[in-house]
T-cell receptor, first 111, second 118 residues
Framework: QQQVKQSPQSLIVQKGGISIINCAYENTAFDYFPWYQQFPGKGPALLIAIRPDVSEKKEGRFTISFNKSAKQFSLHIMDSQPGDSATYFCAARVGADGLTFGKGTHLIIQP | GAVVSQHPSRVICKSGTSVKIECRSLDFQATTMFWYRQFPKKSLMLMATSNEGSKATYEQGVEKDKFLINHASLTLSTLTVTSAHPEDSSFYIC??????????????FGPGTRLTVL
């Protein structure tokens, strides 16, 4: 059973556009929702994270929107740049547990 | 941000041999580290939770006798793949939990180790 569903699987956005990646979860015990960026052959790097008591969090060009009632959260990348081309993973966890990851979104930013 | 290292970055071994992968938190102490496995173009799957000074906790379906985890210090956890077989070939990634100001915490990932078993 996939506990965190991520979409789309791949995404192509023009330079300067907004990239939007969505995730949905089932386990209402999840209390921490991070997003990671991964380049080929590298480990994931934390981008931004949110807890369910907040509906939105912004850090630079990255924004998480969180809808607790719908059990959904999304990542928005504003003014997308070619250097943002990577695979993005949403994740969730309960308390001090390890992370449950979505399947990933392969993002390509076209110049 | 916090730095987590892994060694080696790549390893090729023969079937039946054992391989040890090290995960170190370089600028903070980590009582808890996690080991993940990632297949090509796939997501990360949690294998086990490594706690300093105690036995690791393995996820369902992960063979604890095959994937030996030792967390002997606050900055080092090791994963040993015993009697490796080609199906064990994968990208192994560790993460370390760091506690932040205010009592929150987050996980920082290492760069990963590419294991190829011939």
């Amino acid at each position: 059973q996939q506990q965190v569903k991520q979409s789309p699987q791949s995404l192509i956005v023009q330079k300067g556009g907004i990239s939007i990646i969505n995730c949905a979860y089932e386990n209402t015990a999840f209390d921490y929702f991070p997003w990671y960026q991964q380049f080929p052959g590298k480990g994931p790097a934390l981008l931004i994270a949110i807890r369910p008591d907040v509906s939105e969090k912004k850090e630079g060009r990255f924004t998480i929107s969180f809808n607790k009632s719908a059990k959904q959260f999304s990542l928005h990348i504003m003014d997308s740049q070619p250097g943002d081309s990577a695979t993005y993973f949403c994740a969730a966890r309960v308390g001090a547990d390890g992370l449950t990851f979505g399947k990933g979104t392969h993002l390509i930013i076209q110049p | 941000g916090a730095v987590v290292s892994q060694h080696p970055s790549r390893v090729i071994c023969k079937s039946g041999t054992s391989v040890k992968i090290e995960c170190r938190s370089l600028d903070f102490q980590a009582t808890t580290m996690f080991w993940y496995r990632q297949f090509p173009k796939k997501s990360l799957m949690l294998m086990a939770t490594s706690n300093e000074g105690s036995k690791a906790t393995y996820e369902q379906g992960v063979e604890k006798d095959k994937f030996l985890i030792n967390h002997a210090s606050l900055t080092l956890s090791t994963l040993t793949v015993t009697s490796a077989h080609p199906e064990d070939s994968s990208f192994y990634i560790c993460s370390a939990r760091r506690y932040l100001a205010g009592g929150s915490d987050t996980q920082y990932f290492g760069p990963g180790t590419r294991l190829t078993v011939l």
